[in-house]
């Protein structure tokens, strides 16, 4: 059995499927002599379509950002020619018998023991571009090695180092159960999209790669952040039975979905989704929420080689709002940097932190033209369609500072709407907000106030930022609870001063969807939340066994608490009292 972070509720049993940096299968058998030049002619051909990938890639982002933002593909283009490369992984083929997503991954370990004990900046990032490279390539040479796959015809255990938005589309509508990773923290993109699918996960597994095999049975306990490989008959029937307990409660909850979220004394609320995308969206609506709280629109470009122009991002935005619940969808604009980024727009240098460095509207504001298409493309989005009702739309910034940013992007939206006005492109009315991320923000939120349509509180960064803790650092990721008493009394004074400013506020961060931290929220008066779809049954029940005043009370006695773990402690065993059926819920 393995230890670690627990990220997604439940418990799952199934066949372990192993994605290694380059989506090597670390036991395909060495090729027969007469394979070898087929496997050769198909590095070529993948070779081959990289170098014209690159190429489209340097002309799209040079005409659409700027040179400087386009010399990546440049260089990635020197790397797909180097003769020195070429001839590494033709003589692993051809010598060795290795396959070529073998030697791809020979290729990165070569170049990372040359280039990782360099202090040198530039070549340390050298090593980042050929890795880049290196995924273009595998990309089109394991598109046939995962067709009719037999280990993929089952419930699958994903075991990645770290589980990227590329892979995710990979993986596709594949039977995937659970996900456990070596790297990541409950906010990381691996644990966001397996609370989305509601697959349990745990992430920060050390050497979970080095003791699994594809083929392997494994249990992943979301609750406890147990992975258990290869059990023995008596621990498997165990977990069995957890198994079928955790589905049938969420069968059972799933019943909900067509019930108004309100209080047992009447209160209504809103229960939103956190989406990435249309298939998100459409399950949402499969479980009961009321609209979509925030679309992360990185995720299109995460998953995407080039540049998503205006026209695409149009087409992109009305899919999701079509399949919205209510086609009510908050769109946020693009939040890259920190744990994201995509080539098409530089890195930069090196950064000792870049959570607290180029991200998000500071990375916007420095590309002014790419920034205006996003916007052009959620305007033109809020408009009616000939024969569909007019959707309600919001806009949200990420990473909001001060008041000079905010009358920055009302300046950016106005251009953008003029510049549809005088092409005659119908645009619809978009409500304006911030995301309440950094801790200045939230200091000096009655001055922010007047220049903002409302609020969303994205509770997963501001606490690592009001923390001083980087939540993907596992030495101090401890540090980054949304129950510590420093969070609780912060996140309560921005919902006072929102809700007495009559600006209406939604909290958007994972915390939403954890019932200890729910009751807190709903205690301070909020009433907007939108969490990952698959929480939101649980929240719709525990809600209908809360009431306010319940609410404020718990919310008080947590306050009284000195440390998180009392909180944590305190407000699970009132929880339990209160909706003993939650029971599997509440004590992961």
Same mark, same amino acid.
């Given at each position: 059995?393995?230890?670690?972070?627990?990220?997604?509720?439940?418990?799952?049993?199934?066949?372990?499927?192993?994605? *290694?940096?380059?989506?090597?299968?670390?036991?395909?058998?060495?090729?027969?002599?007469?394979?070898?030049?087929?496997?050769?002619? !198909?590095?070529?051909?993948?070779? %081959?379509?990289?170098?014209? =990938?690159?190429?489209?890639?340097?002309?799209?982002?040079?005409?659409?950002?700027? %040179?400087?933002?386009?010399?990546?593909?440049?260089?990635?283009?020197?790397?797909?020619? =180097?003769?020195?490369?070429?001839?590494?992984?033709?003589?692993?083929?051809?010598?060795?018998?290795?396959?070529?997503?073998?030697?791809?991954?020979?290729?990165?370990?070569?170049?990372?023991?040359?280039?990782?004990?360099?202090?040198?900046?530039?070549?340390? +990032?050298?090593?980042?571009?050929?890795?880049?490279?290196?995924? !273009?390539?595998?990309?089109?040479? /394991?598109?046939?090695? *995962?067709?009719?796959?037999? @280990?993929?015809?089952?419930?699958?255990?994903?075991?990645?180092?770290?589980?990227?938005?590329?892979?995710?589309?990979?993986?596709?509508?594949?039977?995937?159960?659970?996900?456990?990773?070596?790297?990541? /923290?409950?906010?990381?993109?691996?644990? &966001?999209?397996?609370?989305?699918?509601?697959?349990?996960?745990?992430?920060?597994?050390?050497?979970?790669?080095?003791?699994?095999?594809?083929?392997?049975?494994? &249990?992943?306990?979301? !609750?406890?952040?147990?992975?258990?490989?290869?059990? =023995?008959?008596?621990?498997?029937?165990?977990?069995?039975?957890?198994?079928?307990?955790?589905?049938? #409660?969420?069968?059972?909850?799933? *019943?909900?979905?067509?019930?108004?979220?309100?209080?047992?004394?009447?209160?209504?609320?809103?229960?939103?989704?956190?989406?990435?995308?249309?298939?998100?969206?459409?399950?949402?609506?499969?479980?009961?929420?009321?609209?979509?709280? #925030?679309?992360?629109?990185?995720?299109?470009?995460?998953?995407?080689?080039?540049?998503?122009?205006?026209?695409?991002?149009?087409?992109?935005?009305?899919?999701?709002?079509?399949?919205?619940?209510?086609?009510?969808?908050?769109?946020?604009?693009?939040?890259?940097?920190?744990? %994201?980024?995509?080539?098409?727009?530089?890195?930069?240098?090196?950064?000792?932190?870049?959570?607290?460095?180029?991200?998000?509207?500071?990375?916007?504001?420095?590309?002014?033209?790419? $920034?205006?298409?996003?916007?052009?493309?959620?305007?033109?989005?809020?408009?009616?369609?000939?024969? /569909?009702?007019?959707?309600?739309? +919001?806009?949200?910034?990420?990473?909001?500072?001060?008041?000079?940013?905010?009358?920055?992007?009302?300046?950016?939206?106005?251009?953008?709407?003029?510049?549809?006005?005088? +092409?005659?492109?119908?645009?619809?009315?978009?409500?304006?907000?911030?995301?309440?991320?950094?801790?200045?923000?939230?200091?000096?939120?009655?001055?922010?106030?007047?220049?903002?349509? $409302?609020?969303?509180?994205? /509770?997963?960064?501001?606490?690592?930022?009001?923390?001083?803790?980087?939540?993907?650092?596992?030495?101090?990721?401890?540090?980054?609870?949304?129950?510590?008493?420093?969070? &609780?009394?912060?996140?309560?004074?921005?919902?006072?001063?929102?809700?007495?400013?009559?600006?209406?506020?939604?909290?958007?961060?994972?915390?939403?969807?954890?019932?200890?931290?729910?009751? @807190?929220?709903?205690?301070?008066?909020?009433?907007?939340?939108?969490?990952?779809?698959?929480?939101?049954?649980?929240?719709?029940?525990?809600?209908?066994?809360?009431?306010?005043?319940?609410?404020? =009370?718990?919310? !008080?006695?947590? +306050?009284?608490?000195?440390?998180?773990?009392?909180?944590?402690? #305190?407000?699970?065993?009132?929880?339990?009292?209160?909706?003993?059926?939650?029971?599997? &819920?509440?004590?992961?």
């Amino acid at each position: 059995m393995r230890k670690g972070i627990a990220v997604s509720p439940g418990v799952t049993i199934g066949t372990a499927y192993c994605i *290694h940096e380059v989506f090597v299968d670390p036991d395909r058998s060495l090729l027969e002599s007469h394979e070898i030049p087929a496997e050769t002619a !198909r590095f070529e051909n993948a070779r %081959k379509r990289s170098i014209d =990938d690159v190429r489209a890639l340097h002309q799209k982002v040079e005409g659409q950002i700027g %040179k400087e933002a386009a010399a990546v593909f440049a260089v990635h283009e020197s790397i797909l020619r =180097d003769t020195t490369l070429i001839g590494k992984v033709h003589s692993w083929i051809q010598d060795d018998r290795l396959t070529a997503q073998a030697a791809l991954a020979k290729l990165i370990e070569y170049y990372r023991g040359l280039l990782d004990r360099s202090r040198d900046d530039y070549l340390r +990032e050298r090593l980042a571009d050929i890795r880049d490279v290196v995924e !273009r390539l595998t990309s089109y040479l /394991s598109a046939a090695l *995962h067709k009719g796959s037999g @280990v993929l015809s089952g419930p699958i255990i994903v075991v990645a180092d770290e589980l990227l938005p590329s892979q995710v589309v990979m993986l596709g509508d594949k039977p995937v159960h659970g996900i456990v990773t070596q790297a990541g /923290s409950q906010t990381s993109h691996a644990a &966001i999209v397996a609370r989305s699918r509601g697959i349990p996960a745990v992430s920060g597994v050390a050497g979970v790669l080095r003791q699994t095999k594809t083929g392997d049975t494994v &249990i992943v306990d979301g !609750r406890e952040g147990h992975v258990i490989i290869n059990p =023995d008959g008596e621990i498997l029937a165990a977990y069995r039975k957890l198994e079928r307990e955790f589905f049938n #409660l969420r069968d059972e909850l799933a *019943h909900n979905r067509d019930q108004q979220p309100a209080t047992k004394d009447g209160e209504r609320l809103q229960l939103l989704a956190n989406i990435n995308g249309a298939s998100d969206a459409r399950s949402a609506a499969a479980m009961g929420a009321a609209g979509i709280g #925030l679309y992360r629109t990185e995720y299109l470009y995460l998953t995407h080689a080039s540049v998503p122009g205006e026209e695409e991002q149009l087409e992109t935005y009305r899919e999701v709002i079509q399949a919205s619940p209510n086609q009510s969808v908050t769109i946020r604009t693009l939040d890259i940097g920190g744990d %994201k980024t995509v080539p098409f727009l530089g890195r930069g240098q090196q950064e000792a932190n870049p959570f607290m460095g180029w991200r998000s509207i500071r990375l916007s504001f420095e590309h002014p033209n790419f $920034f205006l298409t996003q916007i052009r493309a959620i305007l033109r989005s809020a408009a009616a369609g000939e024969d /569909s009702p007019q959707p309600h739309v +919001e806009m949200l910034f990420p990473m909001v500072t001060n008041l000079e940013e905010l009358r920055r992007l009302r300046a950016i939206v106005r251009r953008a709407q003029q510049q549809l006005a005088a +092409e005659k492109q119908p645009y619809g009315n978009v409500a304006f907000g911030m995301m309440l991320e950094v801790p200045a923000a939230a200091v000096m939120i009655d001055q922010l106030l007047p220049a903002v349509d $409302f609020v969303s509180i994205g /509770s997963n960064d501001l606490v690592q930022y009001l923390m001083a803790a980087d939540r993907d650092n596992p030495k101090v990721s401890h540090l980054c609870q949304p129950l510590s008493p420093a969070v &609780i009394r912060v996140l309560r004074s921005v919902v006072a001063a929102c809700n007495a400013a009559g600006k209406p506020v939604t909290l958007c961060g994972e915390m939403a969807g954890q019932p200890q931290a729910f009751v @807190v929220l709903l205690g301070m008066g909020l009433r907007r939340f939108s969490m990952s779809p698959a929480f939101i049954p649980t929240i719709k029940e525990l809600t209908a066994q809360l009431t306010i005043p319940i609410a404020e =009370d718990l919310l !008080r006695k947590a +306050e009284h608490q000195k440390t998180t773990k009392r909180i944590r402690s #305190l407000l699970t065993a009132e929880l339990l009292q209160l909706a003993p059926n939650l029971k599997p &819920i509440l004590m992961q």
